[in-house]
């Protein structure tokens, strides 16, 4: 029978079957390809929160609540909702404003209508409540609107101050601002209630646990006296530095001075204007090093030793003159080394003197506070000329930053 019906099919209706096969294979193939252009790869968490954010609505158009998004009829059942802050219902969005601070709320209404409606005065009012919103408002500056929850890096303000609750300011801007309340010397309050002392090298608040602790106070058992007005990290650092620098410093001008008094005695006893203003000069050093260490940090002395260090000045001029004149006018002279020495030595003395001097100027015509240089707002020009001034107090005296002044 087998044979028989392979017999029935012959050449010419075999065509037709191959045809209806083929027919077959291709719309298989078809459907297997658009399958493959349909299927999505699973996204993780990170690429869904891109998308997030990455969806916004079309500002021309104002955005519907998420529930007559979610019940429009002509979206198909299958299709999955958009990722974005729209899609989520309000009482959840009103729950993210409550974790805001204003400045992203301010940024939060610029972005659509709807969020400019949610987030409006009214609105926020009612949301948080009056103390809440009191609370949060004493938390932000004034000035650039940061947020500071433990009011650490505020000023303090009251009921008096213009647009209270929003009258605190952070320590920036009241740099900025040359707040009076931050000059050195003065006792400012900050949010948190604490008064506190004004560091005397970077001009700001040295709150509780960043100043360097003082010594114990006799009259309180178990409590100790104001610290040291600097903070215990980089400032006192740095003014540590400062002190270092002026103790070598005053070592080497020191034994600038014996070595050239010595050197006039051995060589120029003879030369009197050589002999008698090194004498002189060296005299009226060990007053000025009594000066140095025994006036302390609280009295304000420069007009003395100004006097002396010109007086020391002009001392070392007429050796370094008669020198320089026995080697011009006697060419034909070696220069020995001692009058190479004698002249290298009086010159050096001559040289820091003159820096002395002019450190002593600048000391007695300007107060002790080298702050403004740390200001945020300050240019170029007027860092560059702080700096000086504290390189200028650093050779002379650095302690006088801890001098009192007029607000002490």
């Not at 609505?57 to 059942?77: E, L, N």
């Not at 008669?322 to 080394?337: G, K, L």
């Amino acid at each position: 029978m087998a044979t028989t019906a392979t017999s029935d099919v012959g050449p010419g209706a075999g065509a037709p079957f191959s045809s209806i096969i083929t027919t077959v294979r291709r719309s298989l193939t078809s459907l297997a390809n658009k399958g493959k252009q349909h299927a999505r790869k699973p996204e993780d968490g990170h690429a869904q929160i891109t998308r997030l954010i990455a969806i916004q609505p079309k500002p021309d158009s104002p955005p519907h609540p998420p529930d007559s998004q979610a019940s429009s009829a002509g979206k198909d059942s299958h299709e999955k909702p958009p990722l974005h802050l729209l899609a989520l219902p309000t009482e959840l969005l009103n729950n993210i404003l409550r974790h805001l601070n204003f400045v992203s709320i301010l940024e939060l209404r610029k972005t659509c209508r709807f969020f400019h409606t949610l987030a409006s005065p009214p609105q926020l009012r009612i949301l948080f409540g009056r103390e809440q919103l009191t609370t949060l408002l004493l938390q932000h500056c004034k000035t650039c609107l940061v947020h500071d929850p433990f009011r650490s890096n505020l000023l303090s303000c009251s009921h008096e101050d213009e647009g209270w609750p929003l009258a605190s300011q952070c320590v920036d801007c009241a740099l900025v601002a040359n707040d009076e309340r931050l000059k050195i010397g003065k006792r400012v309050k900050l949010g948190t209630e604490d008064v506190v002392q004004i560091c005397r090298w970077c001009g700001r608040p040295i709150r509780n646990h960043e100043g360097v602790a003082g010594p114990p106070d006799p009259n309180s058992p178990g409590s100790r006296r104001d610290g040291r007005p600097f903070h215990k990290g980089n400032c006192y650092r740095s003014y540590n530095n400062s002190l270092l620098f002026f103790f070598i410093l005053g070592w080497v001008q020191l034994t600038l001075g014996i070595t050239g008094a010595g050197l006039s005695w051995r060589y120029w006893r003879g030369a009197v204007m050589v002999f008698a203003p090194s004498v002189t000069s060296f005299l009226l050093l060990w007053i000025v090093m009594g000066f140095l260490f025994f006036r302390g940090s609280r009295k304000r002395a420069y007009r003395y030793t100004l006097l002396l260090e010109l007086a020391i000045l002009g001392c070392w001029i007429p050796p370094v003159y008669y020198i320089s004149m026995q080697i011009v006018n006697h060419p034909e002279r070696d220069v020995d080394a001692a009058m190479q020495a004698a002249l290298a030595l009086f010159g050096l003395n001559l040289v820091f003197r003159l820096f002395n001097v002019m450190g002593n100027v600048m000391i007695l015509c300007s107060t002790p506070d080298l702050t403004p240089r740390k200001k945020p707002n300050a240019g170029l020009f007027k860092r560059a000329i702080y700096k000086l001034m504290l390189w200028s107090v650093a050779w002379t005296y650095p302690p006088s930053v801890e001098h009192r002044v007029s607000s002490e």
